[in-house]
């Protein structure tokens, strides 16, 4: 077993060159998040294109909270290196491509070294900010600014960053930064904006400062798509042994990828991303880019999770290599959900087949029951819409669509058990259903009166379709309770 640790010393001919070039690039970007998906998206993208000649610049990187400094310690002791291995199917076939990152050329701890993190605000050369603080790290928490002590939230951070900057540059009108927030947020641009101008207000900051930051920088709404499975505890052993070094921040990802911008097409010279390869889109509109996502591959996984969980499936793969829940899924996809969807056909048929393929990668495993949290929810964001565009037409909901909707209900057929509310599947295994308590005290109560009164399965339907968690009455829709109801009954 390989006692090395990857470090700059350990690299090939080839990669030999690329590190020190790293090394000796100005900082372009600074990168807020030190953790696996940034690291297995936008690193890997920015380091292909410099491996391109495509892009000169470097990055550096920062934790967005006291808990990543390990991390980063352990970045900084690699040379700023890691490995990623893009493994997954592409056109049906199994690929595996392993990669050297080589992209920081700071590691920056900001708790323990504020001033350096906020003196490289100074830099004339930095051009983007980049970051992935989970969606509760995109917020505003009241705080107060101190001379000399760190800031903890992300949206602080930078509002007292962009302030040294300001002064630093005098306020120049070009020296302003392009913010790229990567959090899985709608408008998370628009977000992180107005979080900043809250600290501004808050700490009283120049009015000449917030005009600066209102016309001089851009905070720019982005979509993005790729699953980063992280460090692969079953194969990394094994991985170093063949290698010849160990790496404690080796990296996994599939080989899909999506980003959308909501930005013009000459920001391309900024990122050449495109230029590079990448599936990266500028647009003036992510709505659809969004949209396409929520109803299909969000969609997707809402539409077979209830009933395959109540059938004994515990992971999307087995579901999709099933050949009746496998062609349900396909189908329901495509013959029931992207007609309800404004877009062009072809387009969302040929993006439903990523979908499928990314379903049937043999190294992820996507378990059912973390994707079932909070199904209600997901539900009526997901698989709704396309039920009520059915249904707003006076038109029968198609089978398919019911009979998730159905599933969904019948999974949702439990009992207060302690803290927790249990269901069973149609064999009769137990499982523990993760939901809003309110949502789950309307079922279980609802499915309780029901049996009660002995109520007929059709019946049944209707009074869950009533039930205030929908936000309207669906039990009025055209054919709907009786298409559920048949599926109650299928399953008693």
């Not at 990669?15 to 890997?44: M, Y």
């Not at 396309?386 to 029968?396: L, N, T, V």
């Not at 339907?461 to 829709?477: G, H, N, Q």
Request: charged residues 25%; glycine residues 8%.
């Amino acid at each position: 077993m390989s006692e090395q640790v990857l470090t700059k010393k350990l690299l090939d001919a080839g990669q030999q060159g690329l590190h020190p070039a790293v090394k000796d690039s100005p900082v372009t970007i600074l990168q807020i998040g030190e953790g696996n998906f940034l690291r297995g998206f936008v690193d890997w993208m920015i380091h292909e294109a410099r491996r391109q000649g495509r892009y000169e610049g470097s990055i550096a990187v920062t934790q967005p909270r006291p808990s990543g400094s390990a991390k980063l310690a352990q970045l900084a002791e690699q040379d700023g290196l890691y490995t990623l291995v893009t493994r997954g199917l592409e056109n049906g076939k199994q690929v595996e491509r392993k990669d050297v990152i080589s992209v920081f050329s700071q590691v920056i701890d900001p708790y323990a070294d504020w001033e350096r993190f906020l003196s490289l605000a100074e830099s004339d050369e930095l051009q983007v900010v980049v970051s992935n603080t989970t969606e509760a790290g995109l917020v505003y928490r009241q705080e107060e600014l101190k001379e000399g002590e760190p800031i903890l939230s992300f949206p602080g951070k930078m509002a007292c960053f962009l302030y040294r900057r300001y002064q630093a540059l005098g306020g120049a009108p070009d020296k302003g930064l392009v913010f790229l927030p990567c959090e899985l947020l709608e408008r998370n641009g628009d977000e992180l904006k107005a979080c900043i101008l809250r600290y501004c207000e808050d700490w009283q900051l120049p009015e000449a400062f917030i005009q600066w930051v209102n016309s001089s920088c851009r905070f720019l709404n982005s979509l993005v798509d790729r699953i980063v499975t992280g460090y692969p505890d079953e194969q990394a052993e094994q991985w170093f042994e063949e290698w010849g070094y160990r790496d404690a921040m080796l990296n996994t990802a599939e080989p899909y990828h999506f980003w959308a911008i909501e930005a013009e097409p000459e920001l391309e010279r900024l990122l050449p991303l495109q230029a590079a390869g990448f599936n990266v889109v500028w647009t003036d509109d992510l709505k659809p880019y969004q949209q396409r996502k929520v109803r299909i591959l969000n969609g997707a996984h809402t539409l077979m999770t209830p009933i395959a969980i109540l059938h004994g499936f515990h992971y999307v793969r087995e579901v999709m290599e099933d050949d009746t829940f496998g062609r349900y899924v396909r189908e329901a996809v495509k013959e029931d959900i992207i007609p309800s969807m404004p877009m062009d056909r072809a387009e969302l048929l040929d993006y439903a087949e990523t979908v499928f393929e990314r379903f049937g990668n043999p190294f992820i495993k996507h378990r059912l029951a973390d994707i079932a949290m909070n199904s209600v929810s997901k539900f009526k964001v997901r698989l709704l819409p396309s039920i009520a565009y059915y249904a707003e037409q006076g038109k029968p909901v198609p089978d398919r669509l019911a009979r998730t909707l159905a599933g969904l209900l019948r999974y949702g057929k439990v009992k207060q058990t302690g803290d927790a509310y249990e269901g069973r599947t149609l064999a009769g295994g137990v499982y523990i259903i993760r939901d809003d308590a309110q949502v789950l005290e309307q079922l279980a109560a609802a499915w309780k009166r029901a049996e009660e009164a002995g109520l007929p399965a059709d019946k049944t339907a209707r009074e869950l379709l009533r039930l205030p968690i929908w936000d309207a009455d669906l039990s009025e829709w055209p054919g709907l309770s009786e298409a559920v109801g048949r599926c109650l009954e299928e399953w008693s």
